[in-house]
């Protein structure tokens, strides 16, 4: 997918990428970008990725990679629960 126009971080970087953005202001600079699902993979995939990717901050992605991680291991003790009976 390509956009039509000029993606605005890649013309104003420093407002996506400055530590100092708020999670509203985060998802204001991404909205209706047709790669927001994907910067946010990305993003998610990289852990020391700082500023705004896919309308989520730096502490968003840490959050909810604590939550994945969480989730993970409730499922496999669970399954562990299961297969030991």
């Known amino acids: 997918m390509e956009a039509e126009a000029p993606l605005p971080c890649r013309t104003d970087p420093d407002a996506y990428h400055a530590v100092t953005v708020r999670a509203a202001g985060a998802r204001e600079l991404c909205a209706g970008c ?4 994907a910067c946010e993979a990305y993003a998610m995939a990289r852990p020391a990725l700082r500023g705004v990717w896919g309308g989520t901050t730096m502490r ?3 959050a909810a990679r604590r939550q994945e991680a969480a989730e993970e291991e409730t499922a496999s003790r669970l399954l562990d ?3 030991s009976r």
């Open 34 to 37: 047709p790669f927001a699902e």
């Open 60 to 62: 968003e992605r840490q």
């Open 81 to 83: 629960g299961l297969l």
